[in-house]
Every structure is written in C-alpha cells, then in structure tokens.
Nanobody, 121 residues
Framework: QVQLVESGGGLVQPGGSLRLSCAAS????????MSWVRQAPGKGLEWVSC???????GYTDSVKARFIMSRDNDKSTVYLQMNSLKPEDTGVYTC???????????????WGQGTQVTVSA
C-alpha cells in the first residue's frame, strides 16, 4: 500500500535550519509529483512547495529563497531544506504524493502523517 513517512522535524531557534525528509513506498515514485503542506496551530492548511516528476519546483511566496525542495528518485524520497527559519514557520509539515503540480499546489494529494516543526527561542 502507499506509504509516506516524514522525518526531520523538531525544535529550532529562529534563523536556524532543518531538513525534512519524506520516504515513499507502494507506488512508482518517479512518476508522481510531490508536495509539502503545513498547518500552523489554529490555522488552515497552507501549501508550501511542489516538485513535479521532472523536478520542476514551485514555492509559496513566504518561503521563496529560504526553502528548497528536492527529490531523489533512487531513494523514493523528497526533501525540504528549510533555512532562515522564522517563528511563523511553526506547524505540522506533511508531504503528499500528487498527480501533478500547479505552481506550489498539489493536484489530488495522498497524504502522509506529518512531522512537527517548532521555531522558537
């Protein structure tokens, strides 16, 4: 069955960095776009980034130039390198397998479980 397992979350100080990973299994990873979404406490889901099957990326404006999404098809894994983190980046980060991307938004997402990221002094 399809599985998406996120890792790499944690507590980091403002200005710090984290790298999230999402390991996929149960489907032909290289054929699918992948995406990251986050949810801050008390707020709705926010699309963060999307990477197409051809590794074209899109980012929401609030993370451009700070976050980098990449994929390793040999490892069936996507990554989100998060730099210059801010308190407003706090939330649960979830990866999704997608039929495609429109900019940073994922079509027909299949969700993972999520990993907590907390940016605080």
């Amino acid at each position: 069955q399809v599985q998406l397992v996120e890792s790499g979350g944690g507590l980091v100080q403002p200005g710090g960095s984290l790298r999230l990973s999402c390991a996929a299994s149960g489907f032909t990873f290289s054929n699918y776009a992948m995406s990251w979404v986050r949810q801050a406490p008390g707020k709705g889901l926010e699309w963060v980034s999307c990477i197409s099957s051809r590794a074209t990326t899109g980012y929401t404006d609030s993370v451009k130039a700070r976050f980098i999404m990449s994929r390793d098809n040999d490892k069936s894994t996507v990554y989100l390198q998060m730099n210059s983190l801010k308190p407003e980046d706090t939330g649960v980060y979830t990866c999704a397998a997608c039929s495609g991307c429109s900019g940073y938004v994922c079509y027909e997402p299949y969700w993972g479980q999520g990993t907590q990221v907390t940016v605080s002094a």
